[in-house]
C-alpha cells in the first residue's frame, strides 16, 4: 500500500532549503512502489515530479501542484568489484563502504551530495572524475509507457554534466551497476578525506545552496585562451568556469532578497538564510543577462528548476 501524504513541506528535503509544500508527496523503496505511484498520478490527473537527495533541485515557492516521489531506493549488493546500487543510495555511502571493501576508483566523487540515481542522471563529477568513468549499466523506468529496462553505458549518453536521462525526464532510475577497481582500504580512506577536506578548504561543502548553479559553458577560443592565459589552466573541450565569467562579468557577490553569488564560489547562488525561489530565480536572470552581455555567452542552468 502506498503512503501518500498531503502538503509536505519540500524545502527541508533540499539542500537549498527553498521552496512550498508537495500536494501530495510518497517515498517509493522499491521498483514496484515506484509503479503503483506513477499510476496514482495518472489515476489521480495530476504530475509526477522525481525528487531524491534534492542537491540539485530549486522548489518554487507555491510549491508543487502534483505527487512528488521521492526516490527512496536503497538495497545495495557488492559481487567482486562489481556494485549494484539503487538508485537512492547515497553517493559517499557506497564510496566508503567500497573503500572499506577495498574497491575504489570514485574517491574523487566524495562528497558530491545526493545519491547515485541523481549522480547518474546529471552525470556528477568532480577533479576530473565523472560517474559514467565507473557506470557499467543503468536500470531505469519509463514513467510514460511502464517499460523497465536496461542502459549500457555507451547508450546513456553521458558527457559533461549530461546523459539520455537529462534529455528524457520520462525516464526514473532505478539502480546502477558500477564497476570498481582494486584498491586498498588506507588509500581510499585517505583519499576520501583528503578530497572532502578540499572542497571543504574551496568552500564547496555544507551551504545552503545547489552546488553548481550554471554549467560551465563552451566559449569562444579568444575568452579560452584568456581565461589560459589568467590561470594558467588549461581549458578542458573548449570549456570555462561559469564561476570565472560570474566574477569578470562583476556579477561575484550580487545579492537579491536572500540570494548571493556566493563571495568564495561565484558559480554557487547562496541561501543567505532568508531567500526565496523567486529570489534565486530573479539573481540567476541578471547574472545570465550580465555574463550574455559582456561575453556574448549563454549560461545554461546546472540545477533543476522545478
Ligand atoms: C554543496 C553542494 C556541492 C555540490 N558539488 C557537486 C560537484 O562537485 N559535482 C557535481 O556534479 N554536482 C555537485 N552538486 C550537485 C548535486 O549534488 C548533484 O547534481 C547530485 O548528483 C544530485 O543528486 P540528487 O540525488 O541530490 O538529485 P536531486 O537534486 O534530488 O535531483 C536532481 C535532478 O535529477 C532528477 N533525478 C534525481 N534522481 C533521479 C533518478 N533516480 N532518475 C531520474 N531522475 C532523477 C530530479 O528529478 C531532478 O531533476 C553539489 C551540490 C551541493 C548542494
Not at 578530497?195 to 566559449?219: C, D, Y
Request: net charge negative; charged share 25%.
Amino acid at each position: 500500500m502506498l503512503a501518500v501524504k498531503e502538503s509536505v513541506a519540500l524545502a527541508p528535503l533540499t539542500t537549498f532549503r527553498i521552496g512550498g509544500e508537495a500536494r501530495y508527496f510518497v517515498e517509493v523503496k522499491t521498483e514496484d512502489q515506484l509503479r503503483e505511484a506513477v499510476a496514482w498520478a495518472k489515476e489521480k490527473n495530476v504530475r509526477s515530479v522525481i525528487l531524491a537527495g534534492g542537491s540539485n533541485v530549486l522548489v518554487p515557492d507555491e510549491g508543487i501542484d502534483g505527487l512528488v516521489i521521492r526516490v527512496a531506493l536503497i538495497d545495495h549488493s557488492f559481487a567482486g568489484n562489481e556494485l549494484a546500487a539503487d538508485a537512492g543510495c547515497n553517493l559517499l555511502g557506497l564510496i566508503r563502504e567500497s573503500a572499506e571493501r577495498n574497491w575504489g576508483g570514485w574517491e574523487k566523487l566524495a562528497g558530491i551530495p545526493g545519491t547515485i540515481g541523481g549522480a547518474a542522471r546529471g552525470n556528477a563529477g568532480a577533479f576530473g572524475s565523472e560517474i559514467r568513468d565507473i557506470i557499467t549499466k543503468v536500470r531505469a523506468f519509463d514513467t510514460e509507457t511502464g517499460e523497465m529496462r536496461e542502459f549500457e553505458n555507451i547508450v546513456c549518453d553521458f558527457s559533461y554534466r549530461h546523459s539520455f536521462f537529462k534529455d528524457n525526464p520520462e525516464w526514473v532510475i532505478t539502480r546502477a551497476i558500477i564497476e570498481l577497481k582494486p584498491s586498498q582500504y588506507d588509500i581510499s580512506y585517505a583519499l576520501i578525506e583528503e578530497t572532502i577536506k578540499e572542497r571543504e578548504k574551496r568552500h564547496l561543502q555544507n551551504v545552503k545552496a545547489a552546488g553548481s548553479f550554471f554549467m560551465n559553458p563552451v566559449a569562444p577560443q579568444a575568452i579560452v585562451d584568456m581565461f589560459e592565459k589568467e590561470k594558467g589552466v588549461k581549458s578542458r573541450e573548449s570549456r570555462v568556469p561559469a564561476g570565472w565569467l560570474i566574477e569578470k562579468a562583476g556579477m561575484k557577490g550580487a545579492q537579491v532578497g536572500g540570494a548571493i553569488a556566493s563571495l568564495q564560489h561565484p558559480n554557487y547562488i547562496v541561501n543567505t538564510g532568508t531567500a526565496t525561489a523567486n529570489d534565486v530565480r530573479t539573481l540567476a536572470d541578471k547574472i545570465k543577462d550580465e555574463v550574455k552581455k559582456q561575453f556574448h555567452i549563454t549560461l545554461q542552468e546546472e540545477a533543476t528548476i522545478i
